[in-house]
Nanobody, 118 residues
Framework: QVQLVESGGGLVQPGGSLRLSCAAS????????IGWVRQAPGKGLEWVSD???????YYADSVKGRFTISRDNAKHTMYLQMSRLKPEDTAIYYC????????????WGQGTQVTVSA
């Protein structure tokens, strides 16, 4: 079955950096777009970034220029390099993928907490 496992979250000071990872299994990783979504305390889900199977990348305006999404198809892993972090980046970060089939389904990981605080 489809599994997504995030890692790499933690506590970092403003201006610092973190790299999140999302290890995927159960689907043809190289053939699908995959992305990151986050949820800040008390707020709804916010789309962060996507990377297509072609390698094309897309970013929310709030993270553009600071975050870089990438993928390693050989390792079935996606990454989010986060730099110049701000307190407003504090959130649980989830990776997600839409898997086509008889019924198109969206899958989520369990999330990894990122806290940006002095």
């Amino acid at each position: 079955q489809v599994q997504l496992v995030e890692s790499g979250g933690g506590l970092v000071q403003p201006g610092g950096s973190l790299r999140l990872s999302c290890a995927a299994s159960g689907f043809t990783f190289s053939g699908l777009s995959i992305g990151w979504v986050r949820q800040a305390p008390g707020k709804g889900l916010e789309w962060v970034s996507d990377i297509q199977s072609t390698g094309s990348t897309y970013y929310a305006d709030s993270v553009k220029g600071r975050f870089t999404i990438s993928r390693d198809n050989a390792k079935h892993t996606m990454y989010l390099q986060m730099s110049r972090l701000k307190p407003e980046d504090t959130a649980i970060y989830y990776c997600n993928v839409v898997v086509p089939g008889p019924v198109e389904s969206i899958y989520w990981g369990q999330g990894t907490q990122v806290t940006v605080s002095a």
